[in-house]
């Protein structure tokens, strides 16, 4: 059994708890050569970190990477580079605050993981969430930057994958608006400036009531050649839909036109097609670039719906471990919408996937792109 890890030759494993000394993750099927520096891990990182505003969790986590292993550097390589080996990647928690969560040792916050692990596993690290924590993300984060360096070695910087926040609770972005270059320019990963300043007055809203709000991210890659996923149970979408519905407190992924192209007719579906310089070229994109399970060059588009906090400062009612009825609030320095923090690691999950795919369909066909 081996829950811990997904992928196939780009094989990530996580470890660690959000209140032990450190997380990490261990990434197997590297292959060599890859540029690999601790300042690209760590830049993606930073963009996870608790802290960076009022709108996150103000826990203090640095988010230190160290790289342990599997990546060396001497006067011929030209930088350090990935050997081959086992990459594994720490992290340590330095900020922990174990006592916020005194109050849950024996009681279910509504809406967590509580119930379900004791239920599972009948002994939890009530400290944090220990493994249920979204700590673990951290670990997502570090392997999707290794990832990108893959990517980039392997397409020469053509694959180009980012993400944003598309709505926050029923508030959404204009898609007139919408320009994802000013992504990194306010603190909700917002595509839409002008949510984004929205935005503020409803979270500050939602948090000075003790309540959370969900969130939908939207995560893209572009450059990404036709060919990539195999049919039939290692699909591109199926994939992607697997590695973004494992992020903590996702609820459900769609790709492309998802739940609306049940809504929709075949004409209206249909990616029409027209022979263009260097073949095909597409008049839409309702599949969000997957057909049968595979690539077709049209950009990647798929969206994750991220539930609001379950841990809140409103009293939920819920039981003890030992079936008495009582009601949680839960203290502690919790995300007001887990979804903004959620837009790195979403990203992160798409890298690792294509990542992964490409190595198998280079193992399959032995080219890294489309036939002919
Ligand atoms: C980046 C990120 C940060 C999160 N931070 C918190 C948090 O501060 N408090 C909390 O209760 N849940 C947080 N969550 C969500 C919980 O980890 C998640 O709800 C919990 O593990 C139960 O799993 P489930 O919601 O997938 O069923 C976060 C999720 C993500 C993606």
Redesign the pocket.
């Known amino acids: 059994m081996s829950d811990n890890s997904f992928g196939t030759l780009f094989r990530v494993t996580t470890w660690g708890e959000s209140h032990g000394p450190a997380i990490g993750c261990v990434i197997d099927g590297c292959p060599p050569g890859v540029l690999l520096r601790t300042e690209d891990i760590q830049a993606r990182l930073d963009r996870?970190r608790p802290g960076t505003s009022r709108f996150v969790?103000q826990r203090k986590e640095a988010d230190q990477v160290r790289i342990l292993s599997g990546v060396f550097e001497d006067d011929r390589t030209g930088g350090p580079r990935t050997t081959g080996t086992p990459i594994s990647l720490m992290i340590e928690n330095t900020d922990q605050r174990s006592r916020d969560y005194d109050d849950i040792r024996d009681t279910y916050?509504p809406?967590?993981?509580d119930y379900a692990y004791d239920a599972k596993y009948g002994l939890r690290d009530y400290r944090g969430?220990g493994r249920?924590?979204?700590r673990e993300?951290a670990c997502r984060v570090a392997a999707g930057a290794v990832a990108e360096r893959v990517l980039d070695a392997l397409y020469g910087g053509a694959v180009r994958i980012y993400a944003g926040l598309v709505a926050m609770g029923p508030h959404k972005v204009d898609p007139a608006r919408v320009d994802w270059e000013t992504v990194s320019e306010n603190p909700f990963f917002s595509p839409d400036p002008v949510a984004a300043v929205e935005w503020e007055g409803v979270l500050d809203g939602a948090r000075k009531s003790g309540d959370s709000l969900g969130a939908l991210i939207e995560v893209r890659a572009t450059g990404v050649p036709a060919g990539l996923g195999a049919p039939v149970y290692g699909k591109l979408d199926s994939d992607l839909a697997a590695a973004l519905m494992s992020?903590?407190?996702?609820k459900a992924v769609e790709i492309g036109d998802g739940l609306a192209a049940a809504m929709i007719t075949g004409t209206g579906n249909a990616d029409e097609m027209r022979e263009g310089k260097g073949g095909p070229t597409f008049l839409a994109n309702h599949a969000g670039g997957v057909m049968g399970g595979i690539s077709t060059g049209q950009d990647l588009v798929a969206r994750v719906a991220?539930?609001p906090?379950?841990?809140i400062l409103s009293p939920r009612r819920s039981v003890t471990a030992d079936g008495v009825e009582t009601e949680v609030v839960?203290k502690g320095?919790?995300?007001p919408c887990?979804g903004i923090?959620?837009v790195p690691?979403a990203e992160a999950m798409m890298a690792c996937v294509l990542a992964d795919q490409a190595l198998r369909h280079r193992g399959q066909t032995g080219r890294l792109g489309p036939a002919g």
């Not at 992020?247 to 996702?250: D, K, P, T, V, W």
Request: no cysteine; proline share 0%.
């Open positions: 996870r969790t916050r809406g967590h993981a969430g249920s924590s979204a993300t992020i903590n407190a996702a991220i539930k906090t379950s841990s839960t320095r919790h995300d887990v923090r959620g690691v």
